[in-house]
């Protein structure tokens, strides 16, 4: 393999799994929109717990794991398309090795590349099955919400219940941000030049979403609005039980 693919292939790989190791770093320094939804979504369960009936809060989160099962079914398609080419054999290198627009490689070398794609659709896919079983659990532990607990428990329970829902969705963002690799993976069939160039953009993008975008600003200000305002109790609640 060219030493210039290498490099460059050491930079991809450096990006993708120390991005989010990287994004927790800056979370922990300035808000970033994963660190703020972390409180968001501890909220939520903390105003599902005292809430008198949840079924609100199961549609929701019904929403996520559709969602979740899309991109899943999504990405297993675009593995098998990977895949077909990838152990296609001869044949199938024939067939591609002449469009134009490709950067000249051998036989091997374009495995390889194409192999790095198919692995980092695989990841998100993973990702996604995960999320959609911890989305399950949450499910089961909204349905499962105590209505009358004193408010210790309420708020016990909410805590465990954003534990399990912030992993979930968590997971999820991981395989929706495995599309951004793969096709800067994608793009090493160009030339490491592409190549190094898609990988740059991809986690330049993915870091200005998470920091500078409209999206994030919004949500840094639900945060702040929210941590102002207490978790209200409902009338279904004892008489006696306090803000929380």
């Keep these: 393999m060219p030493i210039l693919d290498i490099v460059v292939l050491t930079f991809f790989i450096f990006c993708w799994l120390f991005y989010e190791p990287l994004l927790k770093r800056l979370g922990h320094a300035r808000n970033v929109i994963n660190t703020d939804m972390t409180v968001i979504r501890r909220r939520w369960m903390a105003e599902m717990a005292v809430r008198e009936v949840a079924l609100l809060d199961g549609q929701l989160l019904g929403h996520a794991i559709n969602s979740a099962s899309f991109f899943a079914s999504s990405n297993l398609i675009l593995i098998a398309a990977a895949a077909g080419v990838l152990f296609g054999g001869d044949s199938a290198w024939k067939s591609i090795e002449d ?146």
Excluded at 127 to 132: G, N, P, T
């Design 99 to 244: 469009i134009a627009g490709l950067a000249p490689a051998s036989s091997q070398l374009f495995q390889i590349k194409l192999g790095l794609v198919l692995i980092a659709l695989a990841r998100g896919l993973l990702d996604f099955i995960w999320a959609i079983r911890q989305m399950n659990y949450c499910l089961a532990a909204i349905g499962a919400t105590p209505m009358w607990a004193p408010r210790a428990v309420l708020e016990d329970y909410a805590e465990a219940a954003g534990g399990i829902l912030n992993p979930a969705l968590s997971a999820f963002n991981a395989g929706v941000r495995g599309y951004y690799f793969a096709l800067a993976a994608a793009a090493w069939v160009l030339g490491p030049i592409p190549f190094g160039v898609a990988t740059g953009g991809a986690m330049a993008l993915l870091l200005w979403r998470q920091r500078r975008s409209a999206a994030s600003t919004a949500v840094r200000k639900i945060r702040e609005i929210l941590e102002r305002q207490p978790v209200i109790t409902g009338p279904h609640l004892p008489k006696d039980e306090e803000a929380v």
